[in-house]
């Protein structure tokens, strides 16, 4: 089993659409959680970034963590053409590892105007 | 202000040449990171910097792969004796300390020929 799953798609809705984004994990020492997006050809570029179980909001977007179900998700709301991306979720643990971040291979979502 | 910034954004070399790939990190991040993007798989992490020292190489793949920090500020990755697997994106991420959201530049995406 992959430490970090994600289903990669693609998903494709209409501008306005809520979009659910998920991704599970296996390693109980994970307690920070990201959201990158990455356009095409471009690095990634940091959305979320969470400590713990809880919901974070920011805008349009709303991340939350499930540590019981060792279970993430990232909401868009009113979703835009322009939010066209892959999203890719991150992870990582406290102590002496905690620089090495954890990847799911990304999810490509396209927004239909 | 500026952003993480990588040279060249594409190289294509020939099957056995060295490259070397540059990063400059966000002024006053301590911390360093490579990571490899290869098509269809996740972020791979390769190695990481606090400050000019390199704790945790364990990603690099071969020994053909090597990084240097100066100055706390700019890295090299250089690849020896390049193979055709090694045709990837590379990224380059900076943060303020270890363990935070990192900041990602645009990638170089190497070709080996």
């Known amino acids: 089993q992959k430490e970090v799953e994600q289903d990669p798609g693609p998903l494709s809705v209409p501008e306005g659409a809520i979009v659910s984004l998920n991704c599970t994990y296996s390693?109980?020492?994970?307690?920070?959680f990201m959201w990158y997006r990455q356009y095409s050809r471009k690095g990634p570029e940091l959305l979320m970034y969470?400590?713990?179980?809880g919901n974070k909001e920011d805008g349009r977007f709303t991340a939350q963590v499930d540590k019981s179900s060792k279970y993430i998700s990232l909401f868009i709301r009113d979703s835009q053409p322009s939010d066209s991306a892959t999203y890719l979720c991150?992870?990582?643990?406290?102590?002496?590892?905690?620089?090495?971040?954890?990847f799911g291979k990304g999810t490509l979502l396209t927004v239909n105007p | 202000g500026a952003g993480v910034s990588q040279s060249p954004s594409n190289k294509v070399t020939e099957k056995g040449k060295d490259v070397e790939l540059r990063c400059d990190p966000i002024?006053?991040?301590?911390?360093l990171y490579w990571y490899r993007q290869s098509l269809g798989q996740g972020l791979e992490f390769l190695i990481y910097?606090?400050?000019?020292?390199?704790?945790?190489k364990s990603g690099l793949p071969s020994d053909r792969f090597s990084a240097e920090r100066t100055g706390g500020s700019v890295s090299t990755l250089t690849i020896q004796r390049t193979q055709q697997e090694d045709s990837a994106v590379y990224l380059c991420?900076?943060?303020?300390?270890?363990?935070?959201?990192?900041?990602f530049g645009p990638g170089t995406r190497l070709t080996v020929t």
């Open positions: 991420a900076s943060s303020p300390t270890a363990g935070t959201g990192l900041y």
């Open positions: 390693n109980s020492a994970f307690q920070y």
């Open positions: 969470t400590y713990s179980s």
């Open positions: 991150a992870m990582n643990g406290s102590g002496g590892s905690n620089y090495k971040l954890t």
């Open positions: 002024s006053g991040h301590t911390a």
């Open positions: 910097f606090q400050g000019n020292s390199a704790p945790d």
